[in-house]
Nanobody
Framework: QLQASGGGLAQAGGSLRLSCAQS????????MGWFRQAPGNERDFVAT????????YYADSVKGRFTISRDNAKNTMYLQMNSLKPEDTAVYYC????????????????WGQGTLVTVSS
């Protein structure tokens, strides 16, 4: 089970940190990812992190501004979002998969409920 939190309202140029807490299984069994979905859009890839955090990938739109990380001792993944832009406004979802380390939403079998991020200009 995944529980995302940390969304809210931020001004352009500001920062937010999202968290995704996992329960019910061994956290290091899962590669993890963040995706986002703006109204009327498909669910887009944001960032992904491998099982022990040694490899990370980012969407070009967030590279250099967002940082994905995980604390395996706390069963939690994070997304530090800096230099936020209005186009970052979306519902952010965390996702997990035991076998795939992927940038495609269809490869993930476990999803959190989403947390809304709104960035004002």
């Amino acid at each position: 089970q995944l529980q995302a939190s940390g969304g809210g309202l931020a001004q352009a140029g500001g920062s937010l940190r999202l968290s995704c807490a996992q329960s019910g299984d061994t956290f290091t069994n899962y590669a993890m990812g963040w995706f986002r979905q703006a109204p009327g859009n498909e669910r887009d890839f944001v960032a992904t992190i491998s099982w022990y955090g040694e490899t990370k990938y980012y969407a070009d739109s967030v590279k250099g501004r967002f940082t994905i990380s995980r604390d395996n001792a706390k069963n939690t993944m994070y997304l530090q979002m800096n230099s936020l832009k209005p186009e970052d406004t979306a519902v952010y979802y965390c996702a997990a998969d035991r076998f795939k380390f992927s940038t495609f939403a269809t490869d993930y079998h476990h999803w959190g409920q989403g947390t809304l991020v709104t960035v004002s200009s």
